[in-house]
């Protein structure tokens, strides 16, 4: 049994998706977006967010907040961010790249969260002082965050209103957007622009599609410059189509939410889970498809020997210095594969 | 029925592929590239070129390319090129991005190629003056060509060793590398690391691929920082598994080549069909799978009209001061569509 | 007898710029600009090109250039410029670097400078293709040029008719924009913003002062983002009264001028006395302080083994195929200099 | 009165330096550096280093810090530094853009200093995960520090000896180096190779320079890059001797020693009479020309009204909450002006 809980990219498509690119793979369109798959996911994207937005896509969520954050900063700007997200940390200096050289401000976090006390504080720490400090540009969040917890829309209002007094853009990493709105049940515009939100990187591939990622922007102000970005970051595809094709299967009737909340669900299984162990210490609320804890000493090493994947999870801020593990479901997790790493689980920590 | 000759990119996908894609799909492994869907097609790239060589793959050839000059050069180095090379004028500075603002050296060509004559005469008004010239780094041809033509393994020979002696690296576009290896007969080594390629851009996209492109690196000396800049360009992938398999697929049994060598076919019979009239003069010999003709004035326009697809070509060098029209065939052209263009084009140049 | 003619940039300094120097070094001001010597030369530079328009000070050509051009074009841009335009050849890819990657398009001149022919052909091989070709964004020109030469007020004004019809910028590179001034007896603001100059690099380096060039922009909507530009690329000076004071000693009286119109003269008497040896020829019209011209074989060697000072001049599009030299004068050379590299030239010519 | 103390870079020159300045004004010499002056200065730099080192110049410590950054971290690698230092804080994100887009990380300091426990914490948070992290390629600390403390020699050697072990460079930012080594007593070498410094940049102008740094290499291996990327950034004076006349003014029989020995005197001299005050704190140690203090409400609001120039001091990590001031001395400051302002200041103290 195949007990993969390293990431939701160890999944591999859901069938509608490959479907979706087969029947795309038959057909001859015009290239770079000209084409009607390309026309209809837009169509799809501004129907659930009920509202007239703009969206692009990438195949990587790298590319998407890469060229997000360019469109939001320029090159002398900062952009604050918590200081273990993914831009911050797992990036290689992806969005220093893309925006040529902004500076990332990194903040701690409550539970993977930034909140408006700590946003207010670092802003208060950078007062006005053209041109010697980095002027702050833009704020950016992940939804669900980086610590498997997820901001609600009034949580998202606060730190939009903090960013719009000072003159700052708010961008959403949703790599993981499907399963923030599936764990809050707040529809995607509560969660994005009737919050606030500028401009989102609205992600497929964790959760179904094989690499598909939108920027949608609710600020039209902000579209101008992306195309041409998009094309040197050598990120326009000429067979546009199969971007298309997997979004427009991804959103019709509402499988993008149907595979996200089942990953929540699976989640929710493990965390209930591991939290009956007393020698087992959650080290956040499990609100989408991570869960992170704190296990006795070789029990991880123990496990892996075993077949089950799973990553520690080393970051700044960590709480658990550096004793943190990361479990990670996606729509392709099973019950019986939560239940059996249980079960590997209760036998080591009853074994020794 | 569908006239298609915009471009190669405006195919699906070869059969072979896509079934590849729905097999990887229903897979569950690792990220990131280490999965056994890399691991064989690295392997079916290394046997196909004969040697020892190291691949990397990203999705676009836009990407190949700037990765691949970003290794090569500098970012206060130069590159020397065709002028009316793709990565030239049809990637919107990229090569500038990815280098960190190296300078591209536009050069005329013979039929779209570069010559040692062409390449030395620029060498020579370019002698080291550090630091206030550039100094050039590499040297980039496109195989097969722009102008639909192809380099024999002597001329890529000759320019290699130019470049060797100037301390130079030979970087091969090698977009249509199949087309060109189908065309020339040569095989892929005697086209690359035999004749002196440094590294190659080696494309599958437009040659029944999804979307696939491989890096090769033909000098060790330069993997080293590829894999850093591949993530900070955002062309990771995370489920890369999907990028394996389409070259796999595409390499096994040698479908490459028998893709290419049908686009080819279907192109030299346009060209001959071209030939026959009068009025229509063809820009360049039809090495491999585009042709470029001058027709007379209102032609194109009516074809158009008439549901056929293709596009002016209007460059730098241009020998037909922006009259001429360009052609492709794709693996997926038939011989129908090409008779059915000659029919058409027959019927207007009677009519008028 | 010192025989300089390697360059403008070998002479020192205008007595009057150092005496504003030493009376600025006593003194105690604010930093960054914030002094009354940066306010005064910024009145100053207003009152020359009887405009209102905005001056700020950098230290050498290169960064006024690469800080003018990178406000003017974003960084997926194009630059139209002469193939041996200082920018192209001497920067060793500064403005790539400033603008964040933007191209450079060379182009072939007359008598180094750019025609509106030679642009609006340039231009009709860039037709649009949004997103694969890096847009055209502005136009550079030299004055006075890379050869010696100067543009008229109206062929300014059809270098800029051409550069705002297709919604580019025009840029001036006025390293040696003094000179200009003095041979053409045009006014400053004739040779700029009335032809229709949008900014321009003023220089002040190479006639007379230690290091001080201004960024001077005639369309204010091009100053915005400069102070930070200037800042990180390390050119604002802390203690800026020392560019402010070498300004203002600079055009206090019309010493710029003074100093300009001799280094003028002493150019076109050594044109003059090489005209009259037929053994020689000059490559270019001598219209500021540069002399280009072809010495016969040996020659130049021999010249240089007596002591004088000048460079061989091998360029992109150079006519004398790698033969021609160049000699500079500047407010510091003497007739008697002058005189005495004639003698030895015809010493030379007599002899073999 | 003038009662600066705002900033060292309010001072003027030195009268050795402006005197060197104008005997070189009327000199000629060949350009960028090819010059006795700048020989001269180099074999002086070696000398006061006591080691053969190589020395290049610039005018701004931005300068120097960004380009010496640039050689010791590839565009994708990180910079370990203490949060509120200049390279962080005060350049408008230059590090960035002369990397090409590496990335600081900010950490927090004692008395503004990295210690060896804070840069092993750091790293211990970001363990190999290439190529998803940016790994760490230097580490550069300030001395004297942004808080005007200093580094002992043994305290630079325990993070020298830290990054190292890590394989990473140790930079240090030597703005105020020269105060650091009148207020240590240690030998330049003992503060800087001998301890393991890779590469230092050695401030001149903010104390007596005009405008003068220089970037001392110690590690020979990363002096290759720096004359093109200094050329490219523009920072490469053709009047070169000007930087090279003011270092060997500056380093002659002990002036640049005797100036930062007189700025130290003058802040120890305001730190003790600060000390006085019941009502004031002083934020840290007194080490070089700056001091730090936390004066009553409105205190710092009357004595600026009265005509003393200080700052408020508001940073990341910032003690005070926002309510610190600082003072800085220079080699022009007198003991009337700091006795004047402790007299403006008591008057304040005793009148609320």
């Keep these: 049994m195949n007990l993969n809980f390293a990431s939701d990219n160890w999944a591999g498509c859901a069938p509608e998706v490959l479907?979706?690119?087969?029947?795309?793979?038959?057909?001859?369109?015009?290239?770079?977006?000209?084409?009607?798959?390309?026309?209809?996911?837009?169509?799809?994207?501004?129907?659930?967010?009920?509202?007239?937005?703009t969206?692009?896509?990438?195949?990587?969520?790298?590319?998407?907040?890469?060229?997000?954050?360019?469109?939001?900063?320029?090159?002398?700007?900062?952009?604050?961010?918590?200081?273990?997200?993914?831009?911050?940390?797992?990036?290689?200096?992806?969005?220093?790249?893309?925006?040529?050289?902004?500076?990332?401000?990194?903040?701690?976090?409550?539970?993977?969260?930034?909140?408006?006390a700590?946003?207010?504080?670092?802003?208060?720490?950078?007062?006005?002082?053209?041109?010697?400090?980095?002027?702050?540009?833009?704020?950016?969040?992940?939804q669900g965050s980086e610590c498997g917890t997820v901001y609600t829309?009034?949580?998202?209002?606060?730190?939009?209103?903090?960013?719009?007094?000072a003159g700052l853009k708010l961008h959403m990493d949703g790599a993981r957007f499907a399963n923030a709105v599936a764990s809050t049940g707040a529809s995607?515009?509560?969660?994005t622009w009737r919050a606030g939100v500028d401009l989102l990187s609205f992600g497929g591939t964790k959760n179904g599609c094989l690499a598909a990622e939108a920027v949608v922007f609710f600020d039209p102000a902000l579209v101008r410059d992306f195309e041409y970005r998009r094309k040197r970051g050598g990120h326009l595809w000429s067979k546009m189509r199969f971007l298309g094709a997997q979004f427009e299967a991804y959103l019709e009737d509402g499988l993008w939410l149907r595979l996200a909340a089942h990953a929540n669900a699976m989640a929710l299984r493990l965390a209930r889970g591991l939290a009956e162990f007393e020698a087992i210490q959650l080290s956040y609320?499990?609100?989408?498809?991570?869960?992170?804890?704190?296990?006795?000493?070789?029990?991880?090493?123990?496990?892996?020997?075993?077949?089950?994947?799973?990553?520690?999870?080393?970051?700044?801020?960590?709480?658990?210095?550096?004793?943190?593990?990361?479990?990670v479901t996606s729509f392709a997790t099973t019950s019986e594969e939560v239940d059996r790493l249980l079960e590997l689980l209760r036998a080591e920590l009853v074994a020794h």
Excluded at 128 to 139: C, D, G, K, V, Y
Excluded at 288 to 304: C, K, W, Y
Excluded at 307 to 323: C, E, I, K, M, N
């Design 19 to 53: 479907a979706a690119l087969e029947r795309a793979g038959r057909d001859t369109t015009p290239a770079y977006g000209n084409d009607d798959y390309t026309r209809r996911a837009r169509a799809a994207i501004a129907a659930v967010f009920a509202t007239d937005c």
């Design 55 to 116: 969206s692009h896509f990438v195949t990587t969520g790298s590319a998407a907040n890469g060229l997000a954050l360019a469109t939001a900063c320029p090159p002398y700007g900062a952009i604050l961010c918590y200081e273990a997200s993914h831009i911050q940390i797992d990036e290689c200096g992806l969005p220093e790249f893309y925006t040529g050289g902004a500076k990332l401000v990194a903040l701690p976090g409550v539970d993977g969260k930034l909140t408006p």
């Design 118 to 142: 700590i946003v207010e504080r670092a802003l208060a720490q950078m007062p006005e002082r053209s041109p010697h400090l980095a002027p702050p540009a833009a704020i950016s969040i992940t």
């Design 153 to 165: 829309p009034d949580e998202v209002a606060g730190l939009a209103s903090i960013a719009h007094r």
């Design 188 to 191: 995607p515009a509560e969660l």
């Design 285 to 327: 609320p499990t609100q989408i498809n991570e869960v992170f804890a704190t296990l006795p000493d070789g029990v991880a090493e123990r496990l892996q020997a075993k077949g089950a994947h799973f990553y520690p999870w080393v970051t700044p801020g960590d709480p658990a210095a550096g004793r943190m593990q990361r479990f």
